[in-house]
């Protein structure tokens, strides 16, 4: 498994695609941890100027399924919540900072907290992630 984990990060530090498009960056990673952010230009932000909602969650799926990923087993999302705290307004950066609550034998919860460049909570996400188990072949 230890090898799908690292070609996940090679594939994210590598290759074009979601993650690179929207600009996630993943900033420490370690046992039950992850911190990543997006820096916030024009492209990110809905029609009212603030960072738009999917940005948010989509920062922290992404920073979340990595934390649990430390474990050494892919995982895909099973279940989410999001609670919307603050808008991002007028913000350099958005931060994800995700702890695993619990790491079971298929699935793993765990909590991330979004925040902007001055430390405001934007939002509170639980998630639900599915370990992936491949089969030998």
Not at 81 to 87: A, C, E, K, Q, R
Request: aromatic content about 8%; hydrophobic content about 35%; glycine content about 10%.
């Amino acid at each position: 498994m230890e090898n799908k984990i690292k070609e996940f990060d090679r594939i994210v530090r590598d290759m074009p695609g979601f993650i690179k498009e929207v600009g996630m960056q993943f900033l420490e990673v370690s046992e039950g941890y992850c911190k990543g952010r997006i820096y916030i230009s024009e492209k990110h932000l809905n029609p009212m100027g603030t960072v738009h909602g999917g940005v948010i969650f989509s920062l922290a799926d992404t920073i979340g399924g990595r934390a649990a990923m430390t474990y050494g087993t892919p995982t895909v999302t099973l279940t989410s919540s999001i609670n919307y705290l603050s808008p991002g307004k007028d913000t350099e950066y958005i931060e994800a900072e995700a702890n695993v609550v619990r790491n079971g034998r298929t699935t793993s919860v765990v909590d991330v907290m979004i925040r902007s460049a001055e430390g405001v909570d934007i939002a509170k996400v639980t998630i639900t992630f599915y370990k992936v188990v491949y089969e030998k072949s």
